[in-house]
C-alpha cells in the first residue's frame, strides 16, 4: 500500500494530531500488553512464539503469501512483519492480528524497500 503524495499546502494544514504525552502513553500500554500476554516484547519473540501469538485467518495467511512472493521476502522478513503487524495491533489495543494491521506492516516494508533502492 504506497503512501499518497501530498496535496499543495497540505503540510501547512494545522490539523492537530496526538500530543506526544498521549502517544507515549498508548506506547506504554502496548507494551504492557505485550509483557502480560506473553512476558517479553514482540520483537523477542521466537517463530514459533509468533505463530502462537499471530492467528491468523485464511484471507490473511494468502494476503503474506502473495506479498512474499511479489516482494520476494525472505522468512526473516516474513517474521518482521508478522512482529510489526502484532505491534500494531497492540497499539490499537486489539487482541488479534487483522487484516489492516498486516497490511500496515507490509506497507512499511515496502516504503523500506523504495527508500534503500533510491
Do not use: F, W
Amino acid at each position: 500500500m504506497p503512501v499518497r503524495s501530498l496535496r499543495q499546502g497540505e503540510l501547512q494544514n494545522k490539523t492537530q494530531g496526538d500530543n506526544s504525552s498521549v502517544i507515549r502513553a498508548r506506547v506504554e500500554q502496548a507494551r504492557a500488553r505485550q509483557i502480560a500476554r506473553q512476558g517479553k516484547a514482540n520483537h523477542q519473540l521466537s517463530a514459533p512464539e509468533l505463530e502462537h501469538h499471530c492467528v491468523l485467518t485464511e484471507g490473511d495467511k494468502a494476503l503474506l503469501e502473495q506479498a512474499i512472493n511479489k516482494l520476494g521476502l525472505s522468512t526473516r522478513a516474513y517474521h518482521r512483519v508478522l512482529k510489526l503487524a502484532r505491534t500494531l495491533a497492540d497499539m490499537a489495543a486489539r487482541d488479534n492480528v487483522n487484516t489492516v494491521d498486516i497490511s500496515e506492516a507490509l506497507s512499511y516494508r515496502t516504503l523500506d524497500r523504495q527508500s534503500s533502492n533510491q
